[in-house]
């Protein structure tokens, strides 16, 4: 459900490829018009943004700390009008891809071990 490209007609991709976002495969014939609106529908592609960011814990992490993570995940929650623990983390993802304030998967992981945990302390 993250956009991958804009003002795309006909086939699209040509051949099947890794999305940039979740690292799944995607191919012509596959996109959905809309969101089905179930939490689950996104549930593949957080296991792998999961996966990947515990793989990639880069050492300069270190530096981001558990309260500016929090504040990032308090952020993005207030800007989709969630509370932040029901804050989905391919929606997290998606906004610190785009906003270098925000810290991204890695820095959550490493300053909780988990996606829960790093929302249920924001929440608190």
Not at 1 to 28: D, F, K, N, Q, S
Not at 45 to 69: C, F, K, M, T
Not at 72 to 81: F, H, S
Request: glycine share 10%; proline share 8%; hydrophobic share 40%.
């Amino acid at each position: 459900m993250l956009e991958v490209a804009e003002g795309i007609t006909g086939a699209w991709p040509p051949a099947p490829t890794r999305c940039p976002h979740c690292r799944l495969m995607i191919g012509a014939g596959r996109a959905r018009g809309e969101d089905d609106g179930a939490p689950g529908a996104r549930g593949a592609a957080a296991g792998v943004l999961a996966r990947d960011a515990q793989r990639h814990l880069p050492d300069d992490i270190v530096d981001a700390s558990p309260e500016a993570v929090c504040e990032g995940i308090r952020t993005v929650a207030r800007e989709l009008g969630a509370p932040p623990e029901r804050l989905l983390m391919v929606d997290y993802q998606q906004r610190a891809a785009e906003n270098a304030d925000l810290p991204d998967l890695s820095a959550v992981f490493a300053a909780f071990g988990t996606w829960k945990r790093a929302r249920r302390e924001a929440a608190g």
